[in-house]
């Protein structure tokens, strides 16, 4: 149904509220991250995580776990590398190709961080039952795989 306006009368729901939902995380883990003195923000973590748990992997591969465009990952990478938190080497197998890596001080802030994202985690799953969390899963990851074509 229309309002007066030609607008829906109803806005877009879902959108808005994932939308809402991941601000408001980003903002509590960014405000987190200051107080704890981190180096990083919300934009490189899913790297340095990703990293973490599988350390080695190119820049594209990064893109395609992450679904980030490739320019946004390398400055994550150049953010890391100044900083002395991860590394670019050579692939052993394939010279042409390149890896990125955790430094010692990478893997001990994404020590840190996973610590700090798991807390969140845990707040917020606090709120839901067994059975709700688990819905949010499978609605989630339904979301995730919808086609937008």
């Known amino acids: 149904m229309n ?3 030609g607008h829906s009368a109803r806005p877009p729901l879902i959108t808005s509220l994932i ?5 408001r995380i980003r903002k509590e883990c960014d405000k987190i991250f200051r107080q704890q ?5 919300m934009d490189q973590i899913p790297v340095l995580a ?3 748990y599988k350390d080695g992997l190119s820049q ?3 893109c395609s776990c992450l679904q980030r465009d490739k320019a946004s990952v390398n400055r994550t990478v150049s953010f890391l590398s100044k900083r002395d938190m991860a590394k670019v080497v050579q692939d052993v ?3 042409r190709k390149t890896r990125v ?3 010692a001080a990478g893997k001990e802030l994404a020590i840190q961080v996973d610590a700090v994202v798991k807390k969140v985690d845990t707040i917020l799953t606090s709120a839901l039952t067994e059975k709700e969390v688990e819905q949010f899963y499978t609605l989630t990851n339904k979301l995730i795989e919808t ?3």
């Open 3 to 5: 309002s007066d306006n």
């Open 19 to 23: 939308g809402r939902l991941h601000i």
């Open 37 to 41: 003195g981190f180096p990083v923000e």
């Open 50 to 52: 990703l990293l973490y």
């Open 60 to 62: 594209q591969e990064i």
């Open 93 to 95: 197998t394939d010279k």
């Open 101 to 103: 890596e955790l430094t």
């Open 147 to 149: 086609s937008f074509t």
